[in-house]
């Protein structure tokens, strides 16, 4: 470890050098918004429209920056139209349209200077670069930034349009009214702005868990470190700096009410109004998308950690020859347990008290049974990494379980709910047995006879309330889809005439 250390930390201060001798010092002049753009940002398209000859102010040394310095950014539209003289008589509702549309335009230019920027160019660039020279080759650049690299490109487009626009209405010298803002903002809007983020965003639950498995290593610590103690970060840490993509795009439908608020023309308002409609509906899209992935996720971590025992293991009652075991068909758990099937409502830890002992369980209520399951915890032999990835949505008693390589062992068959039935439990009556906070669950046959029951404990008498509480409602929600669907099934009444 020492030696990769040693290693990593040489490497960083080479790209540290590489950084402070690639700077620039040109003095850029947006409209209201100085900037010092360096040339790590020639690839991204930057220099063709910030170094216009029409713009630089000078060219004198200057302190070097990097990439960017705003100074100007939190200026009124007001006072920018009165740096360059330009103050016709305009309609009041005309300026605060355009007041509008500008704090649009600099939250972009804050959106993508500050965080996408910083994102790319000090923690995924410098990631690259660590590769290149065969330190943390395992650290998978998607899962952590997704798609970055588009996000950035489609912020940059967005901002140069906008900016053209800006610096024509600027430079019009009175010829042009008003701004032609509305064809920058449907070609963006109707195209890969929305997608890109959707993308990233989906992304984002894995790569928040992803990034705090990778910092318990030393060596993605040292690398950490390095790039949030950069001048660019402003004191941000990368997992605040990797959430901006969605605040963003939950803050653009924000930003074009206000423009449309503020807009009089009616076929402006009707495009503004559709577009604000087109990113809302990608957000809903979005939430449910990332509902269903999470879903997904962890019934797939379901799947792998709930162990299903043949009947014979379950349950000692059943002699079945090893010559006839291969008549038993292994239990389907990837349609028992299916997102598509069911979904889980509760679960949590309890104690099974049996006759000689007290067992350790672990209870999935789902939509439609109980399943009551043994946890077994395994320690992991020295030596062996964890680089897989866990649902973040898991309990913490489950995420701890599968990193130890621990399983749930299926105690019985499933409760179906409508054979379920829940009582409580007098603390009197189970006091001299040591059991607090206990109730009783019943498995009850179609005739309702007693197959099975189950003395639970919970840790807390909130924690048993929760569970009865759960667990009642989820029998009604049930009983009352089986009604409705026997119902869509009776067949219609005979007619009086037959």
């Not at 402070?20 to 930057?46: I, K, M, T």
């Not at 103690?229 to 803050?251: A, F, M, S």
């Not at 020859?321 to 409502?345: D, G, Q, V, W």
Request: hydrophobic letters at 40%.
């Amino acid at each position: 470890m020492g030696t990769v250390r040693s290693d990593l930390s040489v490497a960083l201060q080479h790209n540290s050098g590489l950084y402070q001798h690639r700077r620039c010092s040109v003095v850029v002049n947006l409209p209201g918004l100085e900037v010092f753009p360096g040339d790590l940002l020639v690839p991204d398209g930057v220099a063709s429209y910030l170094c216009h000859p029409a713009l630089l102010l000078n060219s004198e040394p200057k302190k070097t920056r990097w990439p960017f310095s705003k100074k100007g950014v939190d200026k009124t539209w007001e006072e920018v139209l009165e740096r360059h003289e330009k103050l016709p008589s305009e309609p009041a509702d005309l300026r605060k349209q355009q007041e509008a549309v500008w704090e649009l335009f600099t939250s972009e230019c804050t959106y993508y200077l500050d965080h996408l920027l910083v994102l790319k160019m000090v923690f995924m660039n410098t990631l690259k670069y660590l590769q290149n020279y065969e330190c943390l080759l395992d650290v998978d650049l998607w899962r952590l930034f997704a798609n970055l690299e588009e996000l950035s490109q489609v912020s940059l487009g967005f901002l140069s349009c906008f900016f053209s626009t800006i610096k024509d209405y600027i430079n019009s010298s009175g010829s042009a009214s008003s701004m032609d803002f509305i064809s920058v903002l449907s070609k963006h809007f109707r195209g890969r702005l929305c997608q890109s983020h959707q993308i990233y965003c989906l992304n984002y639950t894995s790569a928040i868990f992803y990034l705090e498995s990778l910092r318990q290593r030393e060596d993605f610590r040292i690398y950490l470190k390095w790039c949030e103690r950069h001048d660019q970060c402003k004191r941000l840490h990368l997992p605040e700096l990797l959430v901006t993509p969605l605040h963003r795009l939950t803050r653009y439908p924000l930003l074009l009410k206000n423009i449309w608020r503020r807009s009089t023309d009616a076929g402006e308002k009707i495009t503004i109004y559709s577009l604000k409609e087109k990113v809302e509906n990608a957000i809903r899209d979005l939430e449910g998308k990332v509902k269903w992935l999470d879903n997904f996720q962890k019934f797939r971590h379901l799947q792998e950690i709930i162990v299903w025992p043949p009947l014979w293991d379950r349950d000692k009652r059943f002699f079945i020859p090893e010559y006839l075991k291969h008549i038993f068909k292994e239990h389907m758990t990837e349609n028992i347990l299916s997102p598509a099937n069911r979904n889980l409502l509760h679960e949590g830890k309890l104690t099974l008290a049996e006759s000689t002992r007290f067992l350790d369980v672990y209870l999935f209520l789902f939509d439609d049974f109980l399943l009551i399951t043994k946890t077994k915890h395994t320690k992991k032999k020295l030596g062996c990494s964890d680089t897989g990835l866990v649902c973040p949505s898991l309990t913490p008693e489950l995420q701890a379980m599968i990193k130890e390589g621990g399983s749930c062992t299926v105690l019985d068959q499933p409760i179906p709910l409508d054979r379920l039935v829940v009582k409580n439990i007098d603390p009197f009556h189970v006091s001299v047995f040591g059991l607090r906070n206990a109730f009783l669950l019943q498995h009850e046959n179609r005739y309702q006879q007693c197959v099975a029951a189950f003395l639970l404990q919970a840790q807390t008498e909130t924690a048993k309330k929760t569970w009865m509480a759960q667990i009642q409602m989820a029998t009604s929600c049930f009983m009352k889809r089986y009604e409705t669907k026997k119902s869509s099934f009776t067949l219609p009444a005979e007619s009086s005439e037959i």
